[in-house]
């Protein structure tokens, strides 16, 4: 090609290309798709709030005041002995206007510091221990109030609760202070390990319960305290819609003896045995080593000096055999009945014993020597000083 040929080829070329960008400009765009959304009428909607979230919203201004962020400093060692502070928060709430505050044992369990913040403020308040009862879970702690006083909560009756009815719950889990949760009642008379023991007509609810809300307010939709927030069944240990709270009647019992006492007063049984079941009392008919004239009970082995089953005359077992490869002492008391009510464990007895204190009278039925004896004893508080067993 040559050069004329080639500008040719270039005229015509942008001759056709500037003929198609003068057809497009001219062409009429099709029209704007507006969009269209149907509006909803806000007018349809009722933004009034609900009876049931009245009555949220009322506990939570009116009674949140009186929950308090417990903060526990424990002190741990590492390898090379240097001491490591630990912190734990936990919740608690106002007992009096005298500062007294329940909350959880586990929470301030070997603390070497506590603080208490109280609503309206962020600065802690040092707290002082006055009592604990590891049994329960159960501990009361003391601040000196500030200028603002301390605002406790009404205490209400564990007593005529019913499942389904609703409950609140109001504590710091995470350390987010004055958190509400609301639930219901899951089930009732629920028995729970402690770390001394066993609680019982423990209360069992679905309203969430985290790390943090121990020791924390379960109450109904009066405002009233029903149970102390402790515990939670999780394989995570996160919430997992079962928690638990301590009955309120069981912290009303043990809270003035805490105040007065440091501590619970208990009747001290002082007898160890081993639960008797129809396999046992066969065995023990058939080896003739004593005689059983029933197939359920507890049967006592060892009496402790100064306790209230050595007060009462229980005696232990004079014979040391093995059954089931374990040595067993026979020849005892059979207990059958305290109180009005079966036993068959250590356990069994202590729980009767729970609500009762030195210096009542209660009914005991056991067998000795294949006969029945029935009787009114009286209960007695631990005696430190006996460490000698009886056989």
């Known amino acids: 090609m040559n050069r004329r040929d080639f500008w040719k080829l270039v005229f015509v070329t942008s001759l056709i290309s500037t003929g198609l960008v003068l057809f497009f400009l001219r062409w009429p765009s099709p029209p704007a798709t507006k969009a269209v959304f149907e509006q909803s009428d806000a007018r349809s909607f009722d933004t009034a709030v609900s009876d049931e979230e009245k009555v949220n919203i009322r506990i939570y201004e009116t009674l949140g005041p009186g929950v ?3 903060i526990s400093t424990t ?5 090379f002995l240097e001491a490591i502070p630990r912190e734990g928060v936990g919740s608690g709430f106002f007992l009096d206007s005298n500062g007294h505050i329940a909350t959880n044992y586990h929470v301030i369990q070997e603390a070497q ?26 501990a009361v702690l003391k601040i ?10 009404k205490l209400g009756s564990s007593k005529d609760l019913k499942v389904g009815q609703k409950v609140l719950a109001i504590g710091n889990p995470f350390g987010l202070e004055r958190t509400l ?19 019982d007509e423990v209360i069992q609810t679905d309203a969430a319960i985290n790390p943090g809300n121990s020791g924390g307010p379960l109450l109904n939709t009066r405002g009233e305290v029903i149970g102390i927030n402790t515990a939670i069944l999780s394989r995570s240990g996160d919430y997992a819609g079962i928690g638990f709270a301590v009955p309120v009647d069981t912290l009303a019992r043990i809270v003035p003896d805490l105040l007065e006492h440091g501590k619970v007063l208990r009747p001290y049984w002082g007898a160890q045995g ?18 059983v004239p029933v197939d359920e009970g507890f049967l006592v082995e060892v009496v402790r000096p100064g306790g209230t089953a050595d007060q009462a005359g229980i005696l232990g077992g004079s014979e040391r055999v093995f059954w089931n490869y374990r040595p067993l002492i026979v020849g005892g008391d059979i207990i059958t009945e305290i109180g009005g009510k079966g036993v068959s ?14 210096g009542n009278q209660i009914h005991i039925t056991f067998y000795r020597n294949g006969k029945k004896v029935s009787k009114d004893i009286e209960l007695v508080g631990r005696d430190t000083g006996g460490r000698r067993l009886r056989f």
């Open 75 to 79: 002190v741990d060692y590492n390898f």
């Open 144 to 153: 000196d109030c500030p200028k603002e006083g301390c605002r406790p909560l």
């Open 113 to 138: 510091r506590l603080e208490v913040t109280i609503y309206g403020q962020t600065q802690g308040i040092k707290a002082s221990v006055v009592g604990v009862d590891p049994t329960n879970d159960i």
């Open 181 to 199: 949760t609301t639930g219901i009642i899951s089930s009732l008379g629920r028995t729970i390990e402690s770390r001394r023991g066993v609680i």
């Open 345 to 358: 464990t250590l356990n069994d007895i202590e729980n009767i014993l729970e609500d009762k204190r030195p």
């Open 68 to 70: 308090v962020n417990v």
């Open 274 to 291: 081993r639960p008797l079941d129809e396999r046992l009392a066969n065995a023990l008919r058939k080896e003739q080593l004593m005689e």
